[in-house]
């Protein structure tokens, strides 16, 4: 037998140009961009990306969240003193503050109140990460999972106190999530809400959006082996068009496989549909290096993997996947002409 490698058939040429971007998903506070987060941040400004939403998963790294926005900030203020429009230099960054279901065991009612109690004195973009998880069998335990619903359904309750849009993790308890969503008094018609990085089935991707959600697209969607991600991708897109999709990086996972640098490639078809790093604890973070690491400068090849998935030109998909993010999180930013 001929062993075939799709990545072969990968076209690793660049999109012919830059189109303006919004990452939807980042954690661009993780330390493991500390010692370069500046240049990283002009890269990603250079490649397109406009706006970029820092996402909150622990309480106790909410500050960083706040620190990296003014970091960030500036970035603004000291290189571009002379201009009338700082922001067109680097890309604005925003923050969402949640508790991800992955790190349950560490969340206390102490950090739902004092998260609370942070959005009253500084609105977030959001409320986010969270959801339902149960990749791993402790996280199947009934009063872990009991838990995590409770804090998801604590979390849609400030949301719709403060008329906010959700950043929705679900991985492995999608019914489940879709089940206390239905029941909930959430309404992402009205507010909005993004389900980041989907993972989903086809029948899930359809149930997602007919709620309101839009689907986060990550990096794995250039992955040809992740055959069901991309068939429950075009699944949402022939139903109900490609209105229902946002991107993200979710840097520091979720790389586009075309940035996989050679040793790494021999895994792509083990990881085609979990990144070994996808949602990981954070510390492993701490210890991933430059080679395995994702950046907000990579977003143009996830446009690109979907524009190839869905044979729509990029100059089509760009406006319009901005209008969806501007949607999905209630914004009204002006797309770049
Ligand atoms: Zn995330």
Same mark, same amino acid.
């Given at each position: 037998?001929?062993?075939?490698?799709?990545?072969?058939?990968?076209?690793?040429?660049?999109?012919?140009? @830059?189109?303006?971007?919004? !990452? +939807? =998903?980042?954690?661009?506070? *993780?330390?493991?961009?500390?010692?370069? $987060?500046?240049?990283?941040?002009?890269?990603?400004?250079?490649?397109?990306?406009?706006?970029?939403?820092?996402?909150?998963?622990?309480?106790?790294?909410?500050?960083?969240?706040?620190?990296?926005?003014?970091?960030?900030?500036?970035?603004?203020?000291?290189?571009?003193?002379?201009?009338?429009?700082?922001?067109?230099?680097?890309?604005?960054?925003?923050?969402?503050?949640?508790?991800?279901?992955?790190? @349950?065991?560490?969340?206390? !009612? +102490? =950090?739902?109140?004092?998260? *609370?109690?942070?959005?009253?004195?500084? $609105?977030?973009?959001?409320?986010?990460?969270?959801?339902?998880?149960?990749?791993?069998?402790?996280?199947?335990?009934?009063?872990?999972?009991?838990?995590?619903?409770?804090?998801?359904?604590?979390?849609?309750?400030?949301?719709?106190?403060?008329?906010?849009?959700?950043?929705?993790?679900?991985?492995?308890?999608h019914a489940?999530a879709l089940a206390?969503l239905k029941?909930?008094?959430?309404?992402?018609?009205?507010?909005?809400?993004?389900?980041?990085?989907?993972?989903?089935?086809?029948?899930?991707?359809?149930a997602?959006?007919?709620?309101?959600?839009?689907?986060?697209?990550?990096?794995?969607?250039?992955?040809?082996?992740?055959?069901?991600?991309?068939?429950?991708?075009?699944?949402?897109?022939?139903?109900?068009?490609?209105?229902?999709?946002?991107?993200?990086?979710?840097?520091?996972?979720?790389?586009?496989?075309?940035?996989?640098?050679?040793?790494?490639?021999?895994?792509?078809?083990?990881?085609?549909?979990?990144?070994?790093?996808?949602?990981?604890?954070?510390?492993?973070?701490?210890?991933?290096?430059?080679?395995?690491?994702?950046?907000?400068?990579?977003?143009?090849?996830?446009?690109?993997?979907?524009?190839?998935?869905?044979?729509?030109?990029?100059?089509?998909?760009?406006?319009?996947?901005?209008?969806?993010?501007?949607?999905?999180?209630?914004?009204?930013?002006?797309?770049?002409?």
């Amino acid at each position: 037998m001929i062993h075939t490698n799709s990545h072969l058939a990968l076209d690793h040429t660049p999109l012919p140009a @830059i189109y303006p971007l919004i !990452d +939807t =998903h980042t954690h661009f506070d *993780a330390p493991v961009f500390d010692g370069d $987060r500046q240049s990283q941040t002009q890269q990603a400004y250079m490649q397109g990306v406009q706006h970029l939403v820092l996402v909150g998963y622990l309480q106790r790294y909410f500050s960083r969240l706040y620190e990296t926005q003014q970091a960030i900030e500036q970035i603004h203020l000291s290189k571009d003193k002379d201009k009338t429009d700082r922001r067109d230099v680097y890309p604005v960054a925003h923050i969402a503050l949640g508790l991800h279901p992955f790190y @349950i065991e560490q969340h206390t !009612d +102490t =950090h739902l109140s004092s998260m *609370a109690q942070m959005i009253q004195e500084q $609105r977030p973009l959001a409320i986010g990460e969270i959801g339902l998880d149960t990749y791993t069998d402790a996280m199947k335990q009934p009063e872990v999972f009991a838990k995590q619903a409770r804090f998801f359904t604590a979390q849609l309750d400030i949301a719709v106190l403060h008329k906010l849009p959700v950043m929705l993790h679900i991985r492995k308890a999608h019914a489940e999530a879709l089940a206390l969503l239905k029941a909930h008094s959430y309404d992402a018609h009205k507010l909005g809400g993004i389900a980041h990085s989907f993972s989903g089935g086809e029948q899930e991707a359809k149930a997602f959006v007919k709620l309101g959600f839009k689907l986060g697209i990550t990096g794995q969607i250039t992955n040809h082996n992740a055959k069901k991600l991309r068939r429950a991708i075009k699944a949402a897109v022939d139903s109900h068009g490609i209105e229902c999709l946002v991107l993200e990086t979710d840097c520091p996972d979720m790389m586009p496989i075309m940035c996989q640098k050679a040793k790494d490639t021999q895994l792509d078809s083990q990881s085609a549909n979990q990144s070994t790093t996808g949602q990981s604890p954070d510390n492993e973070w701490y210890g991933a290096d430059g080679h395995n690491r994702n950046v907000p400068a990579n977003l143009p090849w996830v446009l690109k993997g979907l524009s190839e998935l869905l044979s729509v030109e990029p100059a089509v998909l760009a406006p319009q996947l901005w209008q969806n993010s501007c949607n999905a999180l209630q914004t009204s930013w002006p797309y770049p002409k």
